[in-house]
């Protein structure tokens, strides 16, 4: 009879010993996978924060005011730029009966005054974790999502305002944009007032309709002016790209930012040093590294990355001790078997190949069930090292909520490494004893 078929009849004769050990194996192997997948995680996170903080600039205007997003085509095309965010500021009022927000002294006077009351803040980008607030750890997501490049019409709120109208995670709220009076623009895209703070007018445009996809909180740098739009607790951010509302398309929007990645970490220094000649009036714009409020996030993912390593050594530790303890106590019960075996010719080396094939088709289901498992280990242990991480909330460790195949490959490659040395561990007890010592020492 082949070693296989000899395998299959023990486990199949030994059910009970059998199930404690796909247990042991499929709690092993669930192990490491969720350890080694949220590793992964991390590694990617570290990439992406490496992308942002060390090849990335940001462009703007000196004076703060805004431009179009055409007029850099041409800077882009020269230097090989990947556009990562852009920022376009405005404000917005809240339509009748659509909701409330808090109120501050107010410095400015209108002519409809009461429009004031209403008066958000709103930020436009394209990728709202990498904004400065979130990196800097002023503001910290709290509930739902981040904005993302491919968002249409989606919006984030600060909680204090979801908490003041009741808001929830995929609510819809509606905002019509509130522009100042007698503004000056031109074919260029810029658009600012020119007019003193003492009092002017606004003017109300369609509403647009976004849907709620993340809550925030936290006090961002203010600079009060007068309007309840420079409170932190009536800024929202709202994806760039949206339908509705009569806006123009997106490369004809201002913007007030426009932050750019390149595959060459010294792009900064040659785009500071000839970006003049690419933009027309560019003695108003400035260019300044995207850098350093990524830092503490970078240090904070970092040491998870190392205690998820020893985690994941902990628990290759933790298998191998509890497989090779638990084989010990087996083969004490099979030691009339090993010597029968051993007397009649067998070598050791057959019976660790049967005692690794016995293991080996018990970490066969223990696939299926750490695959079923791992997922929601991995949303446990990624939502308990976050809860302990200064990231800003700009940085979630965003698990699949499908097994990985690769990663589950190299998870059973360490299990069967396992096996395997456990065998040869508790195995290698018995076996450097002749035959005649085993079955003399039976009781």
Not at 30 to 39: D, E, H, M, P
Not at 239 to 245: A, I, P, R
Request: aromatic share 8%; proline share 2%.
């Amino acid at each position: 009879m082949q070693i296989w078929q000899q395998a299959a009849l023990y486990i199949w004769r030994r059910k009970q010993q059998s199930c404690m050990w796909l247990a042991v194996l499929s709690i092993a192997l669930a192990a490491i996978y969720t350890c080694l997948t949220v590793n992964r995680t991390i590694g990617e996170m570290l990439r992406q924060i490496e992308q942002v903080t060390e090849a990335s600039a940001s462009l703007s205007r000196k004076d703060g005011r805004r431009f179009s997003e055409a007029t850099l085509n041409e800077l882009r095309r020269n230097f090989n730029l990947e556009l990562i965010n852009r920022l376009a500021v405005s404000q917005a009022i809240l339509p009748t009966g659509a909701g409330k927000v808090f109120a501050g002294k107010q410095t400015v006077q209108l002519d409809n005054q009461a429009e004031v009351n209403k008066l958000l803040g709103v930020y436009a980008v394209d990728d709202s974790s990498r904004r400065s607030e979130f990196l800097s750890g002023r503001f910290k997501l709290t509930a739902g999502r981040h904005l993302q490049s491919r968002d249409r019409n989606e919006i984030m709120v600060h909680e204090s305002l979801a908490k003041l109208n009741g808001w929830k995670l995929g609510d819809t709220i509606s905002l019509s944009e509130w522009k100042l009076k007698n503004t000056v623009s031109n074919s260029a895209g810029k658009a600012e007032s020119d007019l003193p703070p003492a009092k002017v007018q606004g003017e109300v445009q369609a509403a647009v309709k976004y849907r709620l996809v993340g809550i925030f909180a936290g006090v961002k740098e203010e600079h009060f002016q007068g309007f309840s739009s420079d409170l932190s607790e009536n800024t929202v951010f709202t994806s760039y790209n949206m339908d509705g509302g009569g806006e123009p398309a997106e490369s004809a929007r201002a913007v007030k930012q426009v932050d750019f990645w390149s595959k060459d970490k010294n792009f900064l220094r040659q785009l500071q040093e000839n970006y003049a000649n690419y933009l027309e009036d560019a003695a108003s714009y400035q260019v300044l590294p995207v850098i350093k409020q990524a830092n503490d996030t970078q240090d904070s993912f970092r040491t998870l990355q190392t205690l998820v390593r020893l985690l994941t050594l902990g628990v290759i530790i933790a298998a191998l001790s509890v497989s090779a303890l638990i084989l010990l106590v087996c083969l004490r019960n099979r030691i009339r078997e090993i010597g029968i075996l051993l007397a009649v010719g067998r070598d050791g080396k057959g019976i660790i190949r049967q005692l690794i094939t016995e293991q080996l088709y018990l970490s066969l289901p223990a696939i299926l069930l750490a695959a079923v498992s791992g997922p929601w280990l991995q949303k446990q242990l990624a939502a308990g090292l976050m809860s302990r991480a200064d990231t800003g909330g700009a940085w979630n460790l965003a698990v699949g909520s499908w097994p990985e195949p690769m990663t589950l490959l190299a998870s059973y490659s360490l299990l069967v490494g396992i096996i395997i040395s456990a065998v040869i561990i508790g195995a290698g007890i018995f076996l450097r004893r002749k035959p005649r010592e085993i079955l003399a020492k039976m009781s």
